[in-house]
């Protein structure tokens, strides 16, 4: 099957038919992955170059039931969640994942994913339809902005689109670009000014992962950015946030880091970073002379609060590795300065209030008290449960940092 078709950009939700509208010919013969936030479309019709302005669907009062599902380089994340009224936790699961399958976000073997998806749903016995997909990589972006004086929705898609030319850098050819209205006013002049959400994504990067889903069995309800997804599960909701403060969510994985910034109501600003619990088990591992893997267990047994000495170390040992240990973090508050800089550079930005942080890395004790000493704005562990009822048979014992985007994902908006 060509994958190479339009993929669109809508809201959390796929589009649902109005009461009493018939089933489409077409959806009652294909059994593919509809994906909700890069949703796929016109099978086989060329991509469209111009951005598809997202519709907000209406709400029924069906339970929708998910399952959030974020491959990443070294694990397997899922989470199954009820929508219905408020959203419950009834299932985690998560599996390690051997390296080079997924590195930097970016799928390189599709066939040997196919298969170890496959295995994993069986495993676990979890539902292979309504599975939302995580992703996050440098080759998507975000941005929001604000055009003024266009009315008329086809001036307004092309007006965007030359936007999009201007602030991103991706060929508008190999690119899915869409977009939502975040508001509109009319200034003193009587002038439309409409704030727009734009995300451009890499065709074949969507592509590549779709295409392991289907080869896994796997129908997709959406395809979602990890930055949403963990907004989703640990931004506070709206109206309770600080007056005028910015959310920052820090998501620390293996290899990599996604930043996300909220306005309280959308994601205004998110970046990957190239910085994860890998860097620091590089850093440990040049200065005891070991292998990354080697140097693994000793991350585990690490403090920053505590001047304790992991088992098999000496005294000196145990000092190079936190020497080496503070030097990454440090290099970790360096990037996410840069970050925020940037986003504060925006028309428009909001001052920070807090960080919060999470995934794997982001339990490491002492990295939040760290980081807010560097950076000079609270720094805070968030709890990846705060938004959801917790099932009975979810284990709630267990680390779960990692699991927040996957619990996000499974999280209607």
């Given at each position: 099957?060509?994958?190479?078709?339009?993929?669109?950009?809508?809201?959390?939700l796929p589009?649902?038919?109005?009461?009493?509208?018939?089933?489409?010919?077409?959806?009652?013969?294909?059994?593919?992955?509809?994906?909700?936030?890069?949703s796929?479309?016109?099978?086989?019709?060329a991509?469209?170059?111009?951005?598809?302005?997202?519709?907000?669907?209406?709400m029924?009062?069906?339970?929708?039931k998910?399952?959030g599902?974020?491959v990443?380089?070294?694990?397997?994340?899922?989470?199954?969640?009820?929508n219905?009224?408020?959203?419950?936790?009834?299932?985690?699961?998560?599996?390690?994942?051997?390296?080079?399958?997924v590195?930097?976000?970016?799928?390189?073997?599709?066939?040997?994913l196919?298969?170890?998806l496959?295995?994993?749903?069986?495993?676990?016995?979890?539902?292979r339809?309504n599975?939302?997909?995580?992703?996050?990589?440098?080759?998507?972006?975000?941005?929001?902005?604000?055009?003024?004086?266009?009315d008329d929705?086809?001036?307004?898609a092309?007006?965007?689109?030359?936007?999009?030319?201007?602030?991103?850098?991706?060929?508008?050819?190999e690119?899915v670009?869409?977009?939502?209205i975040?508001?509109?006013?009319t200034?003193?002049?009587?002038?439309?000014?409409r704030?727009?959400?734009?995300?451009?994504a890499?065709?074949?990067?969507?592509?590549?992962?779709?295409?392991?889903?289907?080869?896994?069995?796997?129908?997709?309800?959406?395809?979602?950015l990890?930055?949403?997804?963990?907004l989703?599960?640990?931004?506070?909701?709206?109206?309770?946030?600080a007056?005028?403060s910015?959310i920052?969510?820090?998501?620390v994985?293996?290899?990599?880091?996604?930043?996300a910034?909220?306005?309280?109501?959308?994601?205004?600003?998110?970046?990957?970073?190239?910085?994860?619990?890998?860097s620091?088990?590089?850093?440990?591992?040049?200065?005891?002379?070991?292998?990354?893997?080697?140097?693994?267990?000793?991350?585990?047994?690490?403090?920053?609060t505590?001047p304790?000495?992991?088992?098999g170390?000496?005294?000196?040992?145990?000092?190079?590795?936190?020497?080496?240990v503070?030097?990454?973090?440090?290099?970790?508050?360096?990037?996410?300065?840069?970050?925020?800089?940037?986003?504060q550079?925006?028309?428009g930005?909001?001052?920070?209030?807090?960080?919060?942080?999470?995934?794997?890395?982001?339990?490491?004790p002492?990295?939040?008290?760290?980081?807010?000493?560097?950076?000079?704005?609270?720094?805070?562990?968030?709890?990846p449960?705060?938004?959801?009822?917790?099932?009975?048979?979810?284990?709630?014992?267990?680390?779960l940092?990692?699991?927040?985007?996957?619990?996000?994902?499974g999280?209607?908006?």
């Open positions: 099957m060509d994958l190479r078709k339009e993929i669109k950009f809508s809201d959390l589009k649902r038919r109005a009461k009493g509208e018939p089933k489409p010919k077409a959806e009652k013969a294909a059994r593919e992955p509809r994906v909700s936030r890069f796929r479309k016109n099978q086989d019709s991509p469209t170059e111009t951005p598809k302005r997202a519709q907000k669907p209406k029924s009062g069906r339970t929708k998910l399952v599902l974020k990443g380089s070294s694990q397997i994340a899922a989470a199954r969640i009820v219905n009224g408020s959203p419950q936790l009834v299932q985690i699961a998560r599996d390690e994942l051997d390296s080079g399958i590195v930097g976000g970016e799928l390189r073997e599709t066939e040997e196919a298969a170890v496959k295995r994993f749903f069986r495993k676990h016995k979890l539902p339809q599975v939302r997909l995580g992703i996050s990589n440098n080759r998507i972006g975000v941005r929001a902005f604000e055009i003024a004086g266009v929705e086809k001036q307004l092309n007006a965007i689109k030359y936007r999009a030319q201007e602030t991103l850098p991706i060929p508008v050819e690119a670009l869409d977009y939502q975040l508001g509109e006013r200034d003193e002049e009587g002038v439309l000014h704030k727009v959400l734009l995300v451009v890499y065709r074949d990067l969507i592509d590549r992962y779709a295409a392991a889903c289907k080869k896994a069995g796997i129908r997709l309800a959406g395809i979602d990890e930055a949403f997804a963990i989703r599960a640990l931004a506070p909701p709206p109206g309770d946030e007056a005028g910015a920052v969510v820090v998501n994985g293996h290899d990599r880091t996604t930043f910034v909220s306005d309280g109501k959308t994601c205004e600003f998110t970046r990957v970073l190239d910085w994860g619990g890998r620091l088990d590089m850093g440990i591992a040049r200065a005891l002379d070991l292998s990354p893997s080697e140097a693994a267990p000793i991350k585990l047994a690490l403090s920053l505590e304790s000495i992991p088992a170390l000496t005294s000196d040992q145990a000092d190079r590795v936190r020497e080496a503070v030097r990454e973090v440090h290099e970790f508050a360096r990037e996410l300065v840069s970050s925020l800089q940037f986003y550079s925006q028309p930005s909001l001052g920070i209030g807090e960080i919060v942080l999470t995934g794997g890395t982001a339990q490491l002492g990295l939040a008290a760290e980081l807010s000493r560097l950076l000079g704005v609270r720094a805070r562990v968030g709890d449960l705060a938004h959801v009822k917790v099932g009975k048979k979810v284990d709630r014992e267990q680390q940092g990692s699991l927040t985007s996957a619990i996000g994902l999280i209607e908006s």
